[in-house]
Structures are given as C-alpha cells and as structure tokens.
C-alpha cells in the first residue's frame, strides 16, 4: 500500500520576504500569517546601482536568514513597474539594463531555485494594511511615492501615479513629496504638502480608506481625516507574505484560464 505524502499547511511556509527600496535593502523569514520567524535585517542600497550589483546585494544580505531559517518560497516589493516578476522601470536606479530585467528569477536561482513572486513595493505594504472591504488605497512615502489600489482585497492593476504632475510647477509626486523634496522644503513645508496630495488623492480615487506607509510616514504631523491612516514601516516585509494567498492577486493571474473565451475555472 502507497504511503501517502504528508500534506504540507500554510504554517509550515518560511517566506523570504525582502522589500527593496531606494536607499534601503531590507529583508526577513516570515510566516503565511506574516508574523516574522527572523530578525529584519537591513543594508544601504548601492548607489549606483546595475542589475547585477543589485542581485548581489540582496543575496549577501538574505544569507544569514536562509542559513538559518531555510525558506520555502519567495516574496519581494520592487520600487517600479513590474509585470510578471520583471521589472519594466526602476525610477530610483536608473535606465541602463533594468527595462525588461527578471530581478526574480535572477535571485531565485542564486537561492537555489525557490518559487518567487515579485510586485510593486507598495502593493505589498498594501497587502499588510488593507481591510479587504471597499476601495483602498495606499501611498508610501521614502525615497519616492508609491501608490497601489485595492477593491475588496484584491489588488487591481498597477498605476504609476508617482510620475504624474501635481504641482503648477509640473512636479510629480516623487519630486513633490519625496525624500529629496522633505529634505530641501523642511518637515513643516512638506507636511502640508502631503496634505494636499491627500486632498488631490481623495477626489482622484475617492476611496474609502487611504493607508500611508514608507520610512517618512512617520514624519506626518498633520491631522488625518478619519478615514486615513499610517502603517508600521514592517508592512513592506509583512505583506510578502500575502502574495502567495490564493486571494492575493487578481484570479486572472492566478486562474488565466479564467480569461479565456471558454470562461472554465478548472
């Protein structure tokens, strides 16, 4: 009689969760339920910064948590575009060799193949804050801006609002409230100018809940309206590990049979 095979559950996952960022490198084991295994260990972000120099980066800094923690799969947040774990821009590193890179696979098989997925960095800290219920949206304030849009918990397709003038000066958000801009206009200037991308995002995207995460979030001394608030800056990390729940990503990436003309699901 055949043995059967142990079934593995979500609790027995290790994710190496890492979370790039323009002047930050971050990264830890966690759970399915998101909740760390590891330390959170962090590096500076070469500048400049090639592809390769990028790829090396993070696998120095992820060896002491695979040595210790052996991870069973692979999450990470990428400061741009990405579509099918392949960055099309890196607005933070530059142009030369990023357009079309696949950054995942690359690490993946310097890990020792393991299965990866890779999204928009503040989509996953969006996965870590969301509700699930109504439009979400979230904003991530750093090195630049990011954005990401959820209906009911499911992540909609990726729009790249950092680039879009806000200002009567032709700024986009990444000039207007980036860290470039806090550190030039002074925390006061620049508080009231997330304020008014607030306002500007209100009437824009009218969602119900805006979520606000990124290392400067905690610099706001605004007063927020009701239905805003501020994550922990764990959130680009703690997110990863909702990009392998079956619900993380829109069905037809998940299902793409779902997409086509015959509509099955099976």
Known sequence: ???????????????LAIDVGGTGLKAAIIGADGQMK???LRVATPHPC???????????LVEP???????????????GVVRDNRILTAPHFGVEGWHDFPLADSLAQRLGGLRVRMINDA????FAAIEGRG????LTLGTGAGTALFRDGELMPHLELAHHPVSRKG???????GEAAREKAGNKRWNRRVGKVIGILASLVNYDKLWIGGGNAARLKIDLPANV?????DAGIEGGARLWHPKSVRETRQLPQANQRTGAFK
Request: glycine content about 4%; aromatic content about 6%; proline content about 6%.
């Open 38 to 40: 590891t330390e959170r």
């Open 65 to 79: 948590l695979v040595e210790k923690e052996p991870p069973t799969l692979m999450s990470i947040g990428f400061p």
């Open 1 to 15: 009689m055949a043995t059967r095979k142990k079934k593995v559950t979500s609790g027995a996952e290790r994710i």
């Open 171 to 177: 700024l986009a958000y990444d000039e207007y409230i």
């Open 50 to 60: 090639t592809p390769d120099q990028l790829v090396d980066a993070l696998v120095q």
């Open 123 to 126: 989509e996953v800290q969006g």
């Open 135 to 138: 439009l979400e949206f979230v």
């Open 229 to 233: 608030a501020t994550v922990s800056n």
